[in-house]
């Protein structure tokens, strides 16, 4: 059975080069489930999901084997619900403006201050967004990737407030996808496009600007399936020094697994394009 970790690797990493770091271990108090999680770059801190303990773990960036969070965010008043399986998968983290994200099986988004710690209240909820969600910090911004849509809300948006734009339609190609990156040097949002079978998986990656809204083509794809032979995205991560994107890839079984018959992977590619 594979236990739950969060491996760091180098970054020209290849084939099966094993991970620099790992951390693990029950002092961890990392559970399965997890399906993507935020890094601080400002404060230099992992935010995880505990799905299967209801909590959000705070650790510090460099941490490594059988390492505590520094912060645990869990109790009855935090109003964190889930479920063992897709539920309270997915967290994401605003170091400018001190705030961590977590979308709940409710379909709503939960908003706790960067430094909160045990049974703590939301400053604020967010009613009726699922998906994966980002900040942009530079325009303010609160994006929320669902399975067809796009919502972009203002960043301090709560109760039942409505997004300021939704891209969405079949032009659009919008998917969802276990994560959302936002570039705010470039005023763009890169998400899932092209739906595979399962719904947290996409056949492309693709870029819009954060001021699209309605059935707006995007600016540039990524066909990850077709140039892969059989991998499709699940997560993403921006790398603008390099000028890369680093995917996480599965080999869908409903899809046929790629040529090579590895299940998961890695993929780098260079998208100088959006950078």
Same mark, same amino acid.
């Given at each position: 059975m594979v236990h739950p970790q969060i491996a760091a690797?180098? +970054?020209l990493a290849k084939e099966n080069t094993p991970p620099v770091r790992t951390l693990e271990g029950q002092k961890t108090l990392i559970s399965r489930t997890m399906h993507g999680f935020g890094y601080d770059a400002v404060h230099d801190e992992i935010v995880v999901t505990g799905p299967l303990t209801q909590a959000i773990l705070i650790f510090r960036g460099g941490a490594n084997g059988e390492e505590p969070p520094l &912060?645990?965010?869990?109790?009855?008043?935090?109003?964190? =619900? !889930?479920?063992?399986?897709?539920? =309270?998968d997915r967290v994401s983290v605003d170091g400018v403006h001190g705030e961590i994200y977590l979308p709940i099986s409710t379909g709503?988004? =939960?908003v706790?201050? +960067?430094?909160?710690?045990?049974?703590? %209240?939301? #400053? $604020?909820? =967010?009613? !009726? %967004? &699922?998906?994966?969600?980002?900040?942009?910090?530079?325009?303010d911004l609160l994006i929320v990737n669902? +399975?067809?849509s796009m919502a972009i809300y203002d960043r301090t948006a709560s109760g039942d407030a409505k997004p300021k734009a939704v891209i969405q339609g079949p032009q659009s190609r919008v998917a969802g996808l276990n994560t959302v990156q936002v570039?705010?040097? #470039?005023?763009?949002?890169?998400?899932?496009?092209? $739906? %595979? +079978?399962?719904?947290s998986v996409t056949n492309a990656v693709c870029a819009w600007n954060i001021t699209d809204n309605g059935n707006v083509p995007p600016r540039w794809?990524?066909?990850?399936?077709?140039?892969?032979?059989g991998y499709q995205a699940s997560g993403i991560a921006l790398d603008p020094v390099h000028k890369e994107i680093?995917?996480?890839?599965?080999?869908? #079984?409903?899809?046929g697994r790629p040529p090579d018959g590895t299940v998961n992977n890695i993929l780098t590619f260079s998208w100088p394009e959006i950078f």
């Open positions: 690797f180098a +970054r &912060r645990v965010i869990q109790g009855t008043h935090t109003q964190i =619900l !889930g479920t063992g399986y897709g539920g =309270l709503q988004i =939960l706790f201050p +960067r430094e909160a710690n045990g049974d703590v %209240a939301p #400053k $604020r909820v =967010l009613n !009726g %967004a &699922r998906g994966a969600i980002t900040v942009d910090p530079v325009h669902g +399975r067809d570039l705010p040097s #470039k005023g763009l949002v890169i998400g899932g496009c092209d $739906r %595979a +079978r399962h719904p794809a990524i066909p990850i399936q077709a140039s892969t032979g680093i995917i996480s890839a599965p080999g869908e #079984k409903e899809d």
